[in-house]
């Protein structure tokens, strides 16, 4: 069984920032695409950044590009979100997401493997 655990989660102020992991364990595992998606309360979890194992491709949603930069290490199957000059919008529970899909899904409907969240706050 696959499992992808966050930890860096906490409470930050405005501007200031955080360094999000996610490790992968369990079977021979090497994920083609990893993500991290988020939830705000009383919002439906949405998509933040994702990267392409193979092609090194990675995408961000509008609202984060420019400051938060995803990057894996791939010896040791853990993946990152670097979060730089972070928002008071930017409060939301962190998931990492798994996908050996083509291309670079976005939804969370095609990721099979998730981790079970870590909280971020970021403080006005």
């Known amino acids: 069984q696959v499992q992808l655990v966050e930890s860096g989660g906490g409470l930050v102020q405005a501007g200031g920032a955080l360094r999000l992991s996610c490790t992968a364990s369990?079977?021979?595992?090497?994920?083609?695409?990893m993500a991290w998606f988020r939830q705000a309360p009383g919002k439906e979890r949405e998509f933040v950044a994702a990267?392409?194992?193979?092609?090194?491709?990675?995408i961000y949603v509008d609202s984060v590009k420019g400051r938060f930069t995803i990057s894996r290490d791939k010896t040791k199957n853990t993946f990152f979100l670097q979060m730089n000059t972070v928002k008071p919008e930017d409060t939301a529970v962190y998931y990492c997401?798994?996908?050996?899909?083509?291309?670079?899904?976005?939804?969370?409907?095609?990721?099979?493997?998730w981790g079970q969240g870590t909280q971020v706050t970021v403080s006005s």
């Open positions: 990267d392409r194992k193979s092609s090194g491709r990675t």
């Open positions: 997401a798994a996908s050996d899909l083509l291309g670079i899904p976005t939804t969370t409907g095609e990721y099979a493997f």
């Open positions: 369990g079977r021979a595992f090497s994920p083609v695409v």
